[in-house]
Every structure is written in structure tokens, then in C-alpha cells.
């Protein structure tokens, strides 16, 4: 399996802030890697695909960048509503696999 | 819209089958570029994807339930469904279904359920 590793697991940050997250895959994934946004008592929801690709309807402080094996993503500004946990997750092979999440709590 | 609903027993005891069945709604299950697949998420813990089927009845799943993991769909109902055996309190999770996209050949999981949250305990 290709496992996932996200850094920081947890990140306190102030509105206004500019975040980023890293997600590392322990082999080549080329682009197959999402990012998603999960609050507490919610599903998941897709923010990025294919590594830069954002996803309809998502703000445009969110973006993403990488390949291979090196991922992050960055929210220019953040926002209250952006205080969440984030997963990245690798689309190259089956099985899926998910990073263990991102905490982002508000400083 | 496309809308995803999944329903089941909220319980189940050890050693029995959880069952559960994800409704689609404001879609077609039988669209050529969508799998439809489950994702679990033990309290307080990640996301660990357990499978996914596409509407024709090939499956993929996880190699650490494989052995425990049953899918199915039936396109003229638009739903689909999961079984997994022989469960334990290591099973109890919520559980989403989801929509895997294959559009522009980058799968992902673009929309979601909302939950259902199943416990195993006697």
C-alpha cells in the first residue's frame, strides 16, 4: 500500500493567515492526489484533484501544488469557515489510501 | 444534484454481518465514468476507504477487509450496498458512501453521504 504522511497533524492559525500542508506519499503518485476538507459531524468534502485542480464551486484561496511524491496545500487567507481537519489522498493505486488528517484550529 | 443517503442498522453485534445500502438520488448509478464506493471513519480517527463497485459489478477492495467485504448495486433501484462480516468493536466506524468520479481520468471522491454511524457491541 502507498502510505500517506501529512505535516503538520495539527496547526493552530489566525483569520488572515496563509497555511500550507504538506503531504508525502512513500512512492511516485505523479499528480493522483486529493485534498479534502472534513468539519466535525460532516462528510468530507473534495477541495482539490489531481494534485492542483480545484474542485467546482470551492474558493480560490484554497489551491495545490506537486508531483511525485511531495504535495501541499495552501490557503491564501484563512477564513473562519476554514477551521477544520484536512486529508490529502493518493488516486494513484487502489488501495486508496489517506493521509492521517490535518487539525487547523484557530490561534 | 446528486445526493448520496445511506441507511442501516445502527448496531450490530460481534461476529455478525453489517449491511448497509447507499440510495443515489438526482443521478444515474449507471453513468460509464462513476464507481461508487465506501469509506470509514472509526471515532475520532481517519478515513480508511474500504471499496468501491461500478455499475456493471466489477469490484476493487481494500486488501485488509477483502476477505470480509462483500459489494453490490442495483442499477434499476440507483443503489448500492455493502457487507462486511464477522465484525468486532475494531469495526465500529461511520461509514460513508461516496461517489469516485473518474472524469478527466483523476478518480476522486466528489460527493458523499452523510454517515452512518455503526457500533458493534452485544
Known amino acids: 500500500d502507498i502510505q500517506m504522511t501529512q505535516s503538520p497533524s495539527s496547526l493552530s492559525a489566525s483569520v488572515g493567515d496563509r497555511v500550507t500542508i504538506t503531504c508525502r506519499a512513500s512512492?511516485?503518485?505523479?499528480?493522483?492526489l486529493n485534498w479534502y476538507q472534513q468539519k466535525p459531524g460532516r462528510a468530507p468534502n473534495l477541495l482539490i484533484y489531481?494534485?492542483?485542480t480545484l474542485q467546482s464551486g470551492v474558493p480560490s484561496r484554497f489551491s495545490g501544488s506537486g508531483s511525485g511524491t511531495v504535495f501541499t496545500l495552501t490557503i491564501g487567507s484563512l477564513q473562519p469557515e476554514d477551521f477544520a481537519t484536512y486529508y490529502c489522498?493518493?488516486?494513484?493505486?487502489?488501495?486508496?489510501?489517506f493521509g492521517q488528517g490535518t487539525n487547523l484550529e484557530i490561534k | 444534484q446528486l445526493q448520496l443517503q445511506e441507511s442501516g442498522p445502527g448496531l450490530v453485534k460481534p461476529s455478525e454481518t453489517l449491511s448497509l445500502t447507499c440510495t443515489v438520488s438526482?443521478?444515474?448509478?449507471?453513468?460509464?465514468?462513476?464507481?461508487w464506493g465506501w469509506i470509514r471513519q472509526p471515532p475520532g480517527k481517519g478515513l480508511e476507504w474500504i471499496g468501491s463497485?461500478?455499475?456493471?459489478?466489477?469490484?476493487y477492495y481494500n486488501p485488509s477487509l477483502k476477505s470480509r467485504v462483500t459489494m453490490s448495486v442495483d442499477t434499476s433501484r440507483n443503489y448500492f450496498s455493502l457487507k462486511l462480516s464477522s465484525v468486532t468493536a475494531a469495526d465500529t466506524a461511520v461509514f460513508y458512501c461516496?461517489?469516485?468520479?473518474?472524469?478527466?481520468?483523476?478518480?476522486?471522491?466528489?460527493?458523499w453521504g452523510q454517515g452512518a454511524l455503526v457500533t458493534v457491541s452485544s
Open positions: 461516496a461517489r469516485v468520479t473518474w472524469m478527466q481520468n483523476f478518480p476522486r471522491f466528489d460527493y
Open positions: 438526482g443521478g444515474s448509478i449507471s453513468s460509464d465514468s462513476d464507481y
Open positions: 463497485i461500478y455499475h456493471r459489478g466489477s469490484t
Open positions: 512512492q511516485s503518485i505523479r499528480t493522483n
Open positions: 489531481a494534485a492542483s
Open positions: 489522498q493518493q488516486s494513484s493505486t487502489t488501495p486508496y489510501t
